[in-house]
């Protein structure tokens, strides 16, 4: 089992920006991929970005290219959003997830294995 509890989420203005953090505990946290997907209201939950367990790789939804940043600290078994130039369509509860399929940057739901409870970012226009 690998326990995932996300922080940082909150209330900002368009063109801000906030950083979310993920931190994991359980299982080796260098055997996951991890993602962060998004569901805003009345919508499905989608992806925003993944990154492999070194950190290597990345895959960003083009909706936040260029926007949002992934990375991971191996040694504090944390992952991390950096949510810059923010929009109002990026409100939404924002979660983390974690992929045994560790060198894979998975864009499906399906394929993460576990899911943190997820934090509210709001952002006004």
């Known amino acids: 089992q690998v326990q995932l509890v996300e922080s940082g989420g909150g209330l900002v203005q368009a063109g801000g920006s906030l950083r979310l953090s993920c931190a994991a505990s359980?299982?080796?946290?260098?055997?996951?991929?991890m993602g962060w997907f998004r569901q805003g209201p009345g919508k499905e939950r989608g992806f925003v970005p993944a990154?492999?367990?070194?950190?290597?790789?990345?895959y960003y939804a083009d909706s936040v290219k260029g926007r949002f940043t992934i990375s991971r600290d191996n040694d504090k078994n944390t992952v991390y959003l950096q949510m810059n130039s923010m929009k109002p369509e990026d409100t939404a509860v924002y979660y983390c997830?974690?992929?045994?399929?560790?060198?894979?940057?998975?864009?499906?739901?399906?394929?993460?294995?576990?899911w943190g409870q997820g934090t509210q970012v709001t952002v006004s226009s």
């Open positions: 990154i492999t367990w070194s950190g290597s790789s990345k």
């Open positions: 359980g299982r080796t946290f260098t055997n996951y991929a």
């Open positions: 997830a974690a992929n045994r399929n560790r060198a894979v940057l998975s864009t499906t739901l399906r394929n993460y294995d576990y």
